[in-house]
């Protein structure tokens, strides 16, 4: 997985890129660290990027939502697309962090 | 799903299903030609510098050598792939190549070789190009591979625990875990053992029969050297635990064995 943050007026856009997976642990904590670091109110994860997700990366992907949520930060996904989608979906992670199209 | 059976799986495969994969040949990227030659030799085998044609071939592995990770070595017409253990000649291969005749895949890795090869996509490239699947089965299937290869090897082979809490600090410890556990050799070479086979659709209806459906039946073993786990309710508020629950999903039947150490897995394709 890799992934570029574009800070625009309201929001931050981080898009992610390839297979977000176990493997990915390292990229996650920068990942996660930057997010805290600007200071935009409103992060959120592009997904439509994003070919293959799997459990540990949805627990990634909770865990940044919580860090958001301890920085006072708005956390979003948006745009989960393919098996990305449909394993968020599986994982009923709708309930937990907000989800757009 | 039903859990608790202890039966050693990959051992049950050798004796009773007998010969499902014919080797005409052995490949190894990497190794010097004279070797593979002496080994395949000694093996029964023809020694197969660039893979093709219809008859199947088993495949030396190591991690460290170049090529091991091209996609065409997970096609076929390679069914097995191989990491010799370490010093072992023919002898201590002969067994491995017979286990892997008795499945239709069959991988045996060390966890350093595995945890780089995104094995769960390998053997789903493997599985499709011989059953090929539609879109959303071929992700489903590869999710639940992906998900019993790497508990296998996080969880069991390197002893790392999942990350329960939802903060950075326990995706810190988790980090850590893992890097701790993949430079300790002992644990680095802790195999995993995958076995696959397909038993094709039968016509009519099946007299006590795998197959069903007009589809046909897959089943993988997945199969540890960790400390193994006792399944019990699983809980998926925290930020993993999630796994097992994934796979039962999408497989028809999850089967948990050898004291956590196995997972055996049924999908139709």
Known sequence: ?101 | MSGGTTHSTTQNNAGTVGCRTRFAGLAAPGMPVERLGRLAQSLGLAPVAEPAGPAALAVLLTGAAPGSDADELWLPPIAAWIEPPAGSDAAGLAPLLAEAAGNDLYLNLTTATAHDLQLGGRLLAALNARYPLDGDRRDDLELALHEAVSNALVHGNLGVAGMKELSAQELERFSRDLGDSLADPALAARRIVIALRIDPATDGPAEDGPAQDGRALATVEVADEGAGFIPGPRTSSGASGRGLDLIGNIAEELEIGNGGRSIRLRFRL
């Open chain 1, 1 to 101: 997985m890799d992934y570029g943050i574009e800070v625009r007026d309201q929001e931050a856009v981080v898009r992610l890129r390839g297979r977000l997976t176990f493997n990915d642990h390292a990229k996650l904590r920068t990942l996660i660290g930057e997010m805290g670091q600007n200071k935009l109110k409103r992060q959120v994860l592009d997904l439509s990027s994003l070919e293959f997700v799997d459990s540990a990366g949805i627990g990634m992907l909770l865990i940044a939502r919580e860090e958001m949520d301890r920085a006072a930060k708005q956390f979003v996904l948006r745009g989960a697309a393919g098996q990305v989608k449909r394993v968020l979906t599986v994982a009923q992670i709708a309930k937990i962090v907000p989800m757009e199209d």
